[in-house]
DNA sequence: TCCATTTGACCTAT
DNA sequence: ATAGGTCAAATGGA
């Protein structure tokens, strides 16, 4: 460090990426210049010097993020001038010093992703603050213990910050700290501040949803001020495993959006949060059967997961309510807005919509993703197959019901091609799959098809897809097996390699947010038809994530997709390449390259009641390793291929956590030994989790999996949670697409002929079917599955395990 | 005494 | 050097 930037110290923009300090010299020169210090991304970075910011007076931007700084020195207060600190994903730093209020210029300071136990007083003191982020941690409970409530964010210390224009506040879902007198506190500060246009809250519970929308300001909504928001309502236990962690993290950065969990009830007391949002996120409603209970003309993006009681999305007899209500677009258009569409996990779910719906309704989207929805067998209908005007990209996976992409009905319909602008369609583990379209010819404009274990789909017809489709991906096998279609593609036939990149690449092929996110903007306003902007590049639409646009308004203009501010974007690295880059050694951008999306577990909650939350079973939010996600997964995808009984265990069982293996016995009348894991922190926190992995005798692919004592570790570095179980998850993949599913099948199970799991069937044996079956069923991998057990120091929950 | 569980030294792969 | 599995021996509850 003294080297560097002693070499350089007339520098006024200094980065240091990725490399490789563990501890900064305390001694640093002068640096009289220096506007702008960025030394993200360097998990070795622990300790700050003492006297560290002492030289750098003019220092304008500091940026922290992604260290494992665990404290900031006294010396903050000497950056008199500073504007910008950001320490993003600090998961290490637990407290501000209180000499923060020293730093009179601040103007954004970002705290998202740190664990911080309580805010100083001392923020008061930043009267220039226009933009805050804090995440509070599960600490702050244990801090609330010793000081008292009232000092976690002290009263009065956010009314102060009248310059406030964003405040985002994230607690841990665990703390208990986070309930209505504080939440109360905060709201009441909130009213005196005039310019506040950004706010994101976690709202537990509906009353303070209906408290937060009665808040007033000159007798107007302090709601209705908002330009962009983020309500967390409710709480669910975390994906238990790696669905598609890194999606979930994404959607919520999308504008004005809405994650509701848990939600019950027919006249729902949030419909109103809903109404506004653009971004619904909607977990686990427990009785909900279509989507169009709730006003969702305005939706741009929706995420679904796991509301069991949702047969379907819109129904006919919606559109002519919504005539009756006469509103302003006088169209009958349900989902009229809605361009991203992704549903996860919905048990019941039948179809997209149930009868003639209008004309319009639907025909703004462009990305539809259904994974894991056993049920559905309607996906377009030959009636509304002229909505879909706009889709570009279609993804299916692990729905055994869907025979078709089209669905045809004894309605006419006008003559094709469908969906011009259909751009991808992917098909993965859907075994029922027969046929593309039913023989009605779409995608004129197609350019990927991709099919994954879709081994029922033998024939591929030139009245379905254009002959000139550019890229027909899949496997080997099944286009071995093709009886009709092999020779008009040929050509354009790719194999999936085996190489163990094949599942990095199916997680990046379905990743459908990604996707979408890489799409070229689009112009929506209710007089012009949607057009793509066909000249805005990649870039452009990047840029736009960092402009605040009022969306408040019904008449829309130009609305780009909008994202958080500091979602690390490709134009955020090229511009950091393009800066004076003084040591990098490694030029990973692990936080930003493709993201791994898992899609083999399939969680469906127990229908009907919410879960108690004292009895639910313990299990938490995968953990991290101490090594970067990155690291982590080169690491993995190093280890040599060795597809063996043990291997598949270990990593089929792979829960996020991170255990330590110590010991393993026969046990009497059990065919296989019984393994005993504690996790890794025992000595490092002493955190008292354990679990026992047994195969099962009687059903050889079924694990037992009991777990003991929760886990007391602290769960530091979120964002690493996602791409760990992603790492599993792809790691499972890996020794499965390293071999034949025979060769697995042989290796793995040696009594059974078949290897089941939610996601990949790989036999084809009718045994396999009905092991899927009964897992939809049985619901065997949910955490709300396992069985507690009586008694104290007795297992709180098994889990059985289908490999 | 039996046998499940845990310990800790040791081994191996990265 | 470290993480994490292996194995024999120790521990402890019924």
Known sequence: MESLIGKNSDADEVHL?????????????????????????????????????????VLKVLDLSHTSIQSLPPSISKLCVLEEFILRECSLLMEIPPEIGAVKNLKVFDLEGTEIMYLPKEIGKLETLERLRVSLSAYADDYKDRNGIE??????????????????????????????EVLEAIMHDLLVLPDLKTLKLCLPTTKLVQHFLSLERYQVPIFSGLWNFRFIIGHCEQLPFSVQLDMEENFLKLEKCVKYMNGEGWMDENAELIRQARALYLRRHWTIEKLSLFDVTRLKYCLLMECNEMQTLVHQEDIYEDRNRATNHGEDAMLGSLQFLAIHFMKKLQRISKGPIGRNSLSCLRILALHTCPELTSIFVGCLLDNFKNLTEVIVEDCPKVKSLVTLEATSWSKGPFLPNLKRVSLLDLPGLVSISSGVCIAPQLDTLLVFNCMSLDYLSIMELPRDTKVIKGEIEWWDALKYGKLTWNSVFVQFKRDGGLMDQLAEDTNSLQHFLELPMVLTHPDSSLQVDQNSSRDDHLWCNYQYIDLTEDWEQVEPLQIDHNVPSFDEIQDMSSRKILNSDD????????????????????????HNEDTECDFEAPNHKDASPKKRRVYKRRKKLEVTTKMVIEERLDDGHIWRKYGQKEILGSKYPRQYYRCNFKLLHGCKAQKQVQRSTENPSVFVVTYFGKHTCPRTLHTSCSSLATESASTTFRIRDSSTPTELASTISESASTITDSHFQLATSPQTLDYTNKFFQEEVLHPSFWTLEPGEGLPLNSLHLQI
Request: charged share 20%; net charge neutral; aromatic share 10%.
């Open 17 to 57: 990426n990725n490399s490789i300090i563990s501890r900064l010299t305390p001694e640093i020169p002068l640096c009289p210049k220096l506007a702008k210090l960025f030394l993200q991304e360097k998990n070795s970075l622990t300790t700050l010097p003492p006297s560290f910011f002492e030289h750098i007076p």
């Open 151 to 180: 000092y976690i964010i002290p009263r009065m210390t956010i009314s102060k910050l009248t310059k406030l224009k964003e405040l985002s506040i994230s607690v841990d879902p665990e703390a208990k700290w986070w309930e209505v």
């Open 587 to 610: 030029d990973t951008q692990s936080q930003y390259d493709g993201t791994a999306v898992g899609m083999w577990e399939s969680p469906f909650p127990v229908s009907g009641k919410p």
